[in-house]
């Protein structure tokens, strides 16, 4: 079957959420994610949302953000950002979905400027929730674009935590967890070896090894087990695009 990068994004997102998971569900992309987890391997899985919510059942609407009307009519739970936020720091999400401006090779991401920090060229969003989710989520994925600009050796500004200097440096600053997937629009990374340094662990059918590598900011290492990226069968297709039924996220 014919399916977008957008598709193959998403498909990609929602295979990261086991079945019985409570996920932080995160905005963009992964408010589609969730859904066809849902609705496939993971019929158990819960959903947090930043804004307050949490739901069993995929919205009945497409969601465009994670406060749209669908998204709270029939939330199992309906409360503030204290209360899931404070999920978090008792340790009871089990993934955690963000995005970013940028991201480097040990998964740290920066959200909140680019350039100086006194006169940046760019002044981004900031955190939100993010920094939260990252430190404190069991393990996170993090979903942005594949670009050269995007994926740095380094970012300007660690806005959400990673492995931060690779090795042992996210756990001695009292951190558990972890980026666990990188998914982008040619791959997936993972992180591998003593220094939790993210890998090439499979390449989205249609591209190829040294494309990823021309569109990464540094010299970007391959997981042995190197494979294609499995797309997305019917019954996630299906379940996607039921979701996203104006194809907005498609």
């Known amino acids: 079957m014919d399916y977008s990068a957008q598709e193959m994004m998403i498909v990609a997102a929602a295979r990261e959420i086991a079945d019985g998971e409570v996920v932080f569900v995160g905005m963009r992309l992964p408010l589609t994610a969730f859904g066809v987890a849902r609705a496939t391997h993971a019929p158990n899985a819960v959903g947090l949302f930043e804004c307050g919510l949490a739901r069993y059942q995929p919205a009945d609407g497409v969601l465009h953000t994670m406060g749209d009307p669908p998204n709270q009519l029939g939330a199992a739970w309906a409360t503030g950002l204290a209360q899931v936020m404070g999920l978090l720091h008792a340790g009871r999400v089990d993934a955690g979905f963000i995005g970013g401006a940028e991201i480097d090779r040990f998964g740290n991401i920066n959200t909140s400027y680019i350039g100086d920090r006194a006169n940046p060229r760019v002044k981004l969003p900031g955190s939100g929730g993010a920094a939260d989710i990252a430190a404190m989520s069991k393990r996170l994925v993090a979903i942005i674009n594949h670009e050269k600009r995007r994926l740095v050796e380094r970012v300007g500004f660690v806005t959400s935590p990673g492995y931060l200097s690779g090795g042992r440096a996210r756990a001695d600053a009292g951190l558990a967890?972890?980026?666990?997937?990188?998914?982008?629009?040619?791959?997936?990374?993972?992180?591998?070896?003593?220094?939790?340094?993210?890998?090439l662990a499979t390449i989205h059918r249609g591209h190829t090894e040294a494309e990823v590598r021309e569109n990464t900011g540094w010299a970007l290492k391959t997981a042995p087990d190197l494979a294609e990226t499995p797309p997305p069968s019917e019954a996630e297709l299906a379940a996607l695009r039921r979701l996203d039924r104006d194809g907005f996220w498609r």
């Open 177 to 199: 967890g972890g980026p666990a997937a990188v998914i982008t629009d040619r791959c997936i990374l993972r992180p591998r070896g003593a220094e939790n340094e993210l890998h």
